[in-house]
């Protein structure tokens, strides 16, 4: 069964910081890969997403995430964070296109003015 | 288009009472999926629909929950009678079938507190 890892579960920067969140997965097949976030009080929003081709896939918001198959792993990165970042941050898999996601427990993030 | 629609927003009941859930999906779309979400689990899928029909309702925690799509536009999600750790924000998805991962939709979620 597919599974969804994310490293932290609470995350807290400054204002500028790099940022880096790390999802594991568990599939030995073909996935599709995502990162949404939920701002405070608001619904589920898609960042981005990695479907085939070039492993390092941009976002909204400068957000970007690559994709390592032999470390099965989509790492969320951005450079400089800011305040408005503050949210939770899920991982999901769709292996194989099947009909559900399997998503991570989430990161929450917090930064700091 | 609107999107997802849920309501209500957020809903507080006591203990043994029924609730209901309400969910309109994108005008279309003949998938739908009903989502919890809590701190402890994180995102569970509960229950799914292809054009209306549950498709694997195995993420249901137990009897006390049921899910009904009567038609292509309209879900609900009941839970009679309700328990305080049933509290949490319940979401409602949509999309079309065959196109993989396109177009999977969640709407603003129900916040369900039952005390």
């Known amino acids: 069964a597919q599974s969804v890892s994310q490293h932290n579960h609470h995350v807290i920067l400054s204002e500028a910081a790099s940022l880096e969140l790390g999802c594991n997965y568990s599939?030995?097949?073909?996935?599709?890969l995502f990162w949404y976030v939920q701002y405070p009080g608001q619904h589920l929003q898609l960042l981005l997403k990695?479907?085939?081709?070039?492993?390092l896939v941009k976002g909204i918001k400068g957000f970007e995430a690559e994709f390592i198959k032999s470390k099965f792993s989509f790492n969320l990165r951005k450079p400089s964070v800011q305040w408005s970042d503050t949210a939770e941050y899920f991982c999901?898999?769709?292996?194989?296109?099947?009909?559900?996601?399997?998503f991570g427990p989430g990161t929450r993030l917090s930064v700091l003015p | 288009d609107a999107g997802v629609i849920q309501s209500p927003r957020h809903e507080v009941t006591e203990m043994g009472q029924e609730v209901t859930l309400r969910c309109k999906p994108i005008?279309?779309?003949?998938?739908l999926f009903w989502y919890r979400q809590t701190m402890m689990r994180g995102l569970e899928l509960l229950i799914y629909?292809?054009?209306?029909?549950?498709?694997?309702d195995s993420g249901m925690p137990e009897d006390r929950f049921s899910a009904k799509m009567p038609n292509a536009s309209f879900s609900t999600l009941k839970i009679q009678p309700s328990e305080p750790r049933d509290s949490a924000v319940y979401f409602c998805?949509?999309?079309?079938?065959?196109?993989?991962?396109?177009?999977?939709?969640f709407g603003s979620g129900t916040r369900l507190t039952v005390v």
């Open positions: 999901a898999v769709n292996a194989d296109y099947g009909q559900n996601f399997v």
């Open positions: 998805a949509s999309r079309t079938i065959g196109q993989g991962s396109y177009g999977y939709t």
């Open positions: 629909f292809n054009n209306n029909v549950p498709i694997d």
């Open positions: 005008s279309g779309h003949n998938s």
């Open positions: 599939y030995g097949g073909t996935v599709n």
């Open positions: 990695y479907f085939s081709g070039d492993p």
